[in-house]
């Protein structure tokens, strides 16, 4: 199996090309935005664009999510296809994603500036701005059932074989996903605590909330998540591991729910118990 990459910024028209790169490098399997393409037809995966946020949508392109990676590992040793085409933003970005996915090394990376034009991608980036179209290269019916109520249109893709015979590559579709590509958003670990002290102390079962510990987990220049550590006074007179439970479960997911990140683990220590006087 070979592996050849397509790389550029984001709105700069890689998803519009990757059916006439496919084609033209003989690849027969795409990988764009956590989706695994073959045939037209998404075989699978899930697509960064339905992501609610940009963190989850980046943890989503890269395939760190729980079973995101093995689910498309399993589905490429199941379709066994000869060449794949990986899209990324960055030749970082493409090792990340072969690296997740168990592929042999990348043999070639074609940039967006070496088959587009500036005035190409300037008019890709303006319709990623100002109208939030964003392009899978899959037919309208096949996407319909992964994009309900975010399909614009389909588009066709042609390739010039000769001034006489056309032939037809697919077709592309144009969606809108809820949030956008562009901009910075930087979560400082602070917010992370200050919701990680609001979630616990909620129902009114802990009196305080101690010290609270982010720890990014970090594998090489992958982020696995965060791990987070609180220490908490609880009131007296509550069954304390069902407590405890509770409050993990609450706090994870109003974390991934808030920020899109990650949560691996929530380690509560109980410091003391809080008795009220008589």
């Not at 940039?111 to 005035?119: L, Q, R, Y």
């Not at 190409?120 to 964003?134: C, I, L, P, T």
């Not at 550590?229 to 109003?254: F, M, N, W």
Request: glycine fraction near 6%; include cysteine; hydrophobic fraction near 40%.
């Amino acid at each position: 199996m070979d592996v050849i990459a397509l790389v550029g910024a984001s709105g700069t028209g890689k998803s519009h090309r990757a059916l006439l790169v496919a084609h033209k490098y003989d690849a027969d399997a795409i990988i764009d935005d956590g989706i695994l393409i073959k045939d037209g037809r998404i075989i699978a995966g899930q697509s960064a664009k339905r992501e609610k946020n940009r963190i989850m949508a980046v943890r989503r392109a890269i395939f760190i999510l729980p079973g995101h990676a093995e689910e498309v590992r399993a589905a490429i040793k199941n379709e066994n296809p000869h060449r794949i085409l990986i899209l990324g933003t960055s030749e970082n970005m493409i090792h990340k994603i072969a690296k997740r996915l168990g592929l042999p090394s990348v043999e070639q990376i074609i940039h967006i500036e070496d088959i587009a034009s500036k005035t190409d991608m300037a008019k890709a980036e303006f319709y990623r701005r100002k109208e939030g179209k964003h392009i899978i290269p899959v037919p309208t019916i096949e996407l319909k059932p992964h994009f309900s109520g975010y399909l614009v249109d389909p588009i066709q893709s042609l390739f010039n074989r000769s001034s006489r015979k056309r032939r037809k590559l697919g077709e592309k579709s144009i969606v809108r996903p809820i949030f956008s590509y562009y901009g910075k958003l930087i979560i400082d670990d602070s917010a992370v605590k200050s919701i990680v002290k609001r979630m616990a102390m909620d129902r009114g079962d802990i009196s305080k909330v101690g010290h609270v510990k982010v720890t990014h987990l970090m594998d090489g220049n992958d982020d696995n998540g965060i791990e987070i550590s609180c220490e908490v006074v609880l009131r007296y007179g509550k069954h304390i591991p069902t407590l405890i439970s509770d409050s993990q479960k609450k706090i994870k997911e109003a974390i991934e729910y808030m920020t899109g990140i990650v949560v691996q683990t929530v380690n509560i220590n109980v410091r003391t118990l809080f008795v009220m006087p008589a």
